[in-house]
């Protein structure tokens, strides 16, 4: 089996979130960037076929060079191979454009990618992937099995979970529970060293349509404070609710 | 040119969601000189239901085929809808189902998406929406290019209006074929008879200050009185306390409701980060400097132990004489 994980590369989750150029783009100054969370818990699960089944697996980023330090880690987390394509991400549909082309030359039967980023949480390029492809498609999924060409998924639905056939090739939406947290691996010095060793091909990209601009961005108005309610006047914070706030 | 709005029918209604998108859809329609379209599925009495909110015309799938979810099938269905009426915006909820559908008919339709979307659009012409971004620590100005735009909106990002005009439906038969039937439906649970968090208006969470599963019962007791679902923080459902379900932050659930109470949670980023679409946040923590407090609306300091069962006490006494 040949997986393709897509591996978004974003602001570590404490980063604090600036803007420069007008509030046109995000401060990357003094930002640590990491693998996108529902990435890495697809790309553990890849892991697992890997070692279980001797699936191959590789990762991709359509992303700048500076997103390379974070194909390496997948690659030291256990990736066979890295695939970079050349170019800004600023739109999903462009985005999936490129890792299309790449699932296409590369005959992969898997593609696992995070239910969304956490930078700019579109949650698009899975589903406009298997879209382009006309490949099975499972979004939030929670647990994956494949067997031979047959694919068990179990994705997450309002109030509880659905268990579903499909077959490849088939595109996943991922997230937390592919694997659990503690399931999540920290590369060890070998693991660092073998990845210096492994092929990271830089790629191209295809002409492809941008459907959507950011045209800026803004920040949250600041807060004001709390007030503070004594533990002994709880009716105070009953009638505040009620009559301030309006939501009881 | 109609605005088409998928409508999710689910246990034999709308969900208050869906009436928000109608709400959402009319008012733009109103700007624009055009009319809704809703597209259901198995719906029953859809036209009057969505005809209070400003949906003109209903198409409604009827189809055995249909009674289980199926994204793709759901969402080649939706396409066709839109181009019977030339639609040139497609709207959806961001309910699991509909943001699994979403990308899927935007492809179809080589429509731009933007998800997220907090509220009216900013402008129609050049078309552009606020989404939220950077797991809501930002919002984004998106501009869609294309002459067909798919939306998913936020819960509680616009509002139920009613905006009563006659209705009509009429069953609507999409060509579906055998390939978008290939993932399959084999099994499904739902917890029946408890509010999820997708559809809460009050979620109660609570994080490693209750000390232990075992006492999540002033938890429960308080959600309750308030018709609302329980959540919890990443170091509660890690530590096996709470199932993964209740999970709310940036790696987890997003809540979007009306108050969000946290108990015992001392406001990581990432959890505030998840938790920060809802309206109104209340923290009850024994350690003042905890930084939900930073965030909160309203505070308690003190012993979650001994507040939160009187609170309970407080909110229930409330109700009973208010209703």
């Known amino acids: 089996m040949k997986i393709l994980v897509c591996i978004s590369h974003v602001p570590d989750t404490t980063a604090k979130i600036n803007f420069v150029n007008g509030d046109s783009e995000f401060d990357t100054n003094g930002v640590q960037f990491v693998i996108n969370p529902n990435d890495e818990f697809g790309l553990t699960r890849a892991i697992w076929f890997k070692e279980q089944a001797g699936a191959n697996v590789t990762v991709v980023n359509v992303g700048g060079p500076d997103a390379e330090a974070t194909l390496r880690k997948a690659l030291a987390i256990g990736a066979d191979e890295a695939i970079r394509v050349n170019a800004n991400p600023t739109d999903g549909f462009f985005v999936a454009k490129q890792l299309a082309e790449v699932v296409k030359n590369g005959g992969f039967d898997l593609v696992i990618a995070g239910k969304e980023s956490l930078d700019y949480n579109g949650g698009m390029v899975p589903g406009m992937l298997a879209g382009l492809l006309g490949f099975d498609f499972v979004n939030s999924c929670i647990n994956l099995e494949v067997n031979g060409s047959d694919a068990k998924a179990v994705r997450e639905i309002d109030g509880g979970k659905e268990t579903l056939s499909a077959k490849l090739p088939l595109v996943i939406g991922g997230q937390k529970g592919l694997v659990e947290e503690k399931d999540l691996r920290i590369p060890n010095m070998r693991g660092i060293m073998m990845a210096r060793q492994k092929a990271l091909t830089v790629l191209e990209p295809v002409a492809a349509n941008s459907n959507t601009k950011a045209v800026k961005f803004e920040k949250p108005a600041p807060k004001s404070a709390v007030k503070l309610i004594s533990a002994d006047n709880l009716d105070e914070l009953v009638n505040l609710l009620h009559n301030e706030a309006k939501v009881i | ?323």
């Open chain 2, 1 to 323: 040119m109609s605005i088409l709005i998928y409508a999710e029918f689910a246990e034999g209604k709308f969900k208050k969601t869906a009436l928000e998108l109608a709400s959402y859809a009319k008012k733009i329609a109103g700007e624009t000189g055009t009319t809704v379209t809703a597209l259901t599925i198995n719906a029953i009495d859809a036209a009057a239901q969505l005809g209070k909110y400003g949906v003109e015309k209903v198409l409604n799938v009827k189809s055995d085929k249909l009674t289980a979810f199926n994204a793709k099938a759901y969402a080649d269905a939706i396409k066709q809808a839109a181009q019977k009426e030339s639609s040139k915006i497609v709207l959806f909820n961001s309910t699991t189902d509909s943001l699994y559908i979403a990308p899927l008919v935007a492809v179809a339709l080589e429509a731009g998406y933007a998800s997220n979307v907090v509220a009216q659009p900013i402008s129609l012409s050049p078309f552009q929406v606020k989404r939220n971004a950077f797991s809501n620590k930002a919002f984004n100005i998106t501009e869609i290019t294309t002459d067909v735009k798919v939306l998913t909106i936020g819960k509680n990002s616009y509002g139920v209006f009613e905006n009563a005009v006659s209705a009509t439906e009429e069953e609507f038969s999409p060509s579906l074929n055998d390939a978008d039937f290939s993932v399959k439906v084999e099994s499904s649970e739902k917890v029946s008879g408890k509010v999820t968090i997708a559809d809460a208006e009050i979620v109660v969470s609570g994080g490693r200050g209750l000390k232990g599963p075992e006492n999540w019962g002033i938890l429960e007791d308080l959600a309750a009185v308030l018709g609302a679902a329980t959540a919890c923080s990443k170091p509660v459902s890690d530590l096996g306390w709470r199932p993964h379900s209740e999970h709310v932050g940036q790696t987890g659930k997003p809540v979007a409701a009306n108050l969000y109470i946290a108990i015992g949670i001392s406001g990581a980023i990432q959890h505030i980060a998840g938790i920060n679409s809802s309206k109104v946040k209340v923290v009850i923590n024994s350690d003042a400097d905890a930084p939900f407090f930073k965030v909160a609306d309203y505070g308690v300091v003190g012993d979650a132990f001994e507040i939160v069962p009187k609170l309970t006490e407080k909110i229930k006494a409330f109700k009973a004489q208010n209703s």
